[in-house]
Structure formats: structure tokens, C-alpha cells
């Protein structure tokens, strides 16, 4: 008998059939913020009015290829990504996963010739900064919480942006 050393996982573009997957692990991830903001992460609704406006990259299980274990939204604009709804099946968090969706995330912006790669951070959620630091992230301004009804504790977002480009081409 042969062990296989190919990988378990496999990272492509999210398609509408994937919506209730996305929807799944986003608000399961999500669930250590019910903290400070109220309610569900998203919905159904959410990521299919999302879609033709950005691409999901989707980590997929290549022994159960319906079943999602992560996720990211990238969206871009002239010169700029920005990079939304990270989130790693809380099962499979501490693994690797989430440097698999960035990188993936960043390759799509180089590809796009995009100079910057933005994402936003609760405040609250302190955890996250060494975390994105750690992928080459830094804090460049603060911006309110676009869904204040949504609040249980007063926060804002941190924004923090990362260049694709050595200094030189800035
Ligand atoms: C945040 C989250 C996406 C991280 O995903 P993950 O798959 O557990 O992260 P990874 O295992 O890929 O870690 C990536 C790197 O960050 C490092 N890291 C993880 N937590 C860290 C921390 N608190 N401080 C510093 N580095 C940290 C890891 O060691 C790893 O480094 P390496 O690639 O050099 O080994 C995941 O915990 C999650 O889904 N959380 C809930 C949703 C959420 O908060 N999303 C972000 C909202 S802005």
C-alpha cells in the first residue's frame, strides 16, 4: 500500500454553488466576535450580491470537495486590493491555512499590477494585529463601524495595508 503525501487541500476560486460553505465557516469563524458585534457575519443574501463585484478564494477539502475550510473576499480597484472576510474553520485554525488564502490573495494583486493590499480590523480584536503584522501588514488609519445598530460594545476599524512592491517602485 502507498501513502499519499499530496495534500489534503486546494485552493481556487469560490463558485455560487459554494455560497451556503461560505456562509457556514465565515459565520462560524466569525463567532469570536459576538463580543461587540451582534448577529451573524453574513448571509446567503450577502455573499452572492458580493460575488460579481470580488472573487472568494475558497481552501477546499480535495477528499470532500464540497466542503469548504477557508476562505477570503478580494476585491480591487486601480492600484488597490482589498482583502475582507478571512476566515479558517475554527477546527483547522493554527494550521496554516490563512498564510495559504493571503499569499493566494496576493498573487492575484501582483497579477492585477496592484501596488497595495488593504484589509480592516475591529479594534477590540487585539489578537489580530501581531497576526497581520506578522504577514506584513501595518496600521494606516481608523475608520467608523459601518453597521453601528450592529454594535454590542463601542469599536471602530483599524485599516492596515501592506505593499506589494519594493520601495523603490512606490
Ligand atoms: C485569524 C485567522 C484567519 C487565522 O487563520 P489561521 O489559519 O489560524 O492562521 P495561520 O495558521 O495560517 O497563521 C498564519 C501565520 O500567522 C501566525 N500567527 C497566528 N496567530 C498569531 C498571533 N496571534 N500573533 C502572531 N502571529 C500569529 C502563525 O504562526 C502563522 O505564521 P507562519 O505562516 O510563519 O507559521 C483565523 O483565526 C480565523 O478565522 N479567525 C476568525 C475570523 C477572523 O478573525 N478573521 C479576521 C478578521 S480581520
Known amino acids: 500500500m502507498s501513502i499519499s503525501s499530496e495534500p489534503t487541500y486546494a485552493t481556487r476560486e469560490g463558485l455560487p454553488s459554494d455560497i451556503p460553505?461560505?456562509?457556514?465557516?465565515?459565520?462560524?469563524?466569525y463567532a469570536v466576535e459576538a463580543f461587540c458585534i451582534k448577529g451573524?457575519?453574513?448571509?446567503q443574501g450577502d455573499v452572492a450580491d458580493r460575488m460579481p463585484t470580488g472573487t472568494f478564494l475558497v481552501v477546499e477539502d480535495r477528499r470532500n470537495p464540497s466542503r469548504i475550510l477557508g476562505l477570503v473576499y478580494l476585491s480591487l480597484s486601480p492600484d488597490r486590493g482589498y482583502l475582507g472576510t478571512l476566515a479558517v474553520d475554527p477546527d483547522l485554525q493554527?494550521?496554516?491555512?490563512?498564510?495559504i488564502l493571503v499569499d493566494a490573495v496576493e498573487a492575484r494583486c501582483r497579477e492585477a499590477c496592484v501596488r497595495f493590499l488593504d484589509l480592516t480590523v475591529v479594534n477590540l480584536r487585539k489578537e489580530l494585529f501581531p497576526f497581520y503584522r506578522k504577514l506584513g501588514f501595518a496600521p494606516t488609519g481608523v475608520i467608523s463601524f459601518p453597521l453601528p445598530s450592529k454594535l454590542i460594545l463601542?469599536?471602530?476599524?483599524?485599516?492596515?495595508?501592506k505593499a506589494l512592491v519594493p520601495d523603490e517602485a512606490l
Open 21 to 29: 460553505e461560505i456562509v457556514r465557516v465565515t459565520n462560524l469563524a
Open 154 to 161: 463601542p469599536c471602530h476599524l483599524v485599516q492596515m495595508t
Open 94 to 99: 493554527g494550521s496554516g491555512l490563512s498564510r
Open 40 to 43: 451573524p457575519r453574513t448571509d
